[in-house]
């Protein structure tokens, strides 16, 4: 950012980059991001998903999100895609600390976005399953399945893994538990590959992905509380989320017991 002072003579401009500008802060927030879908489509970018077969002479991205702290945001991100007519693919958790996709709040964003034409699949954690085979991870997979879709009334057809270890990065079978596996060695030879982990680009900036012409098949990975409506540090924007949960459950277990003609009293008299 330039410097407030920078006409100002007294103050010697420091050549120490900031972390908003060396981790590309700016970049993260959800008016870049309908910015960053524009640009893909302007590029002639084909939205796919990944059950879509390869098609070497056409230019493609698989536009993915691992859903992994807060599903309000990724329902605000599948909106902007549907406003701009693309599709992408979410893939959701049964097992986090941080949501619980069968809630009734959670049940119906999953039901909004899959409804916005998106699809929905499993992000699978096969450390909460202790898996460490390939015939272990099939069954996993099938029962982890088989509850989103029993509970969720949908079809799932593609998975994803949650922190990636040794063992799942050993797994590249196209299929798994019947599932097309996102980390196949299929989508690691047809398509290049550009994420958000963490919060900022570790490998390569979207933007510079997008206009790049060498790159014609492309797999973008995006993460929920990555994103946010204001510029911050990827550290704030994870507690700007976990801030804004605490107070939508706060006030809805506040207002649910007056709704029901219950106190909750508080310090101060009423
Ligand atoms: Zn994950």
């Known amino acids: 950012m330039a410097g407030v002072f920078e006409n100002d003579r007294r103050i010697i401009k420091p050549n120490k980059m900031t972390n908003r500008e060396k981790y590309h802060f700016d970049d993260f927030i959800l008016d870049n991001y309908r910015r960053l879908i524009k640009l893909?489509?302007?590029?002639?970018?084909?939205?796919?998903?990944?059950?879509?077969?390869?098609?070497?002479?056409?230019?493609?991205?698989?536009w993915r999100h691992d859903v992994e702290f807060e599903p309000d945001i990724a329902l605000k991100m599948a909106q902007i895609e549907n406003e701009e007519g693309v599709v992408a693919s979410y893939f959701f958790q049964l097992h986090s600390p941080f949501y619980n996709v069968v809630d009734p709040h959670y049940r119906e964003v999953f039901h909004r976005i899959n409804n916005l034409g998106h699809l929905v699949g499993l992000h699978f954690d096969s450390a909460y399953w202790g898996v460490s085979d390939e015939k272990q991870l099939d069954e996993f997979i099938v029962l982890d399945k088989d509850y989103l879709e029993k509970n969720l009334g949908i079809k799932v057809d593609t998975f994803s893994f949650h922190n990636t270890t040794p063992f799942t990065q050993s797994c590249l079978e196209y299929r798994y538990g019947g599932l097309i596996n996102v980390y196949s060695s299929y989508f690691k030879e047809h398509y290049n590959y550009c994420g958000d982990s963490l919060g900022y680009w570790r490998f390569e900036r979207l933007e510079e992905v997008l206009v790049n012409d060498k790159v014609q098949h492309l797999q973008v990975l995006t993460h929920d509380a990555n994103w946010n409506e204001e510029v911050l540090s990827p550290r704030k924007r994870f507690e700007d989320v976990m801030n804004k949960r605490a107070k939508r459950l706060i006030d809805e277990q506040v207002n649910g017991l007056h709704e029901k003609g219950m106190l909750c009293p508080d310090d101060e008299e009423v």
Do not use: N, P, S
């Open 40 to 62: 893909a489509k302007e590029r002639d970018f084909q939205f796919i998903l990944h059950k879509d077969e390869f098609v070497e002479e056409r230019k493609d991205v698989i």
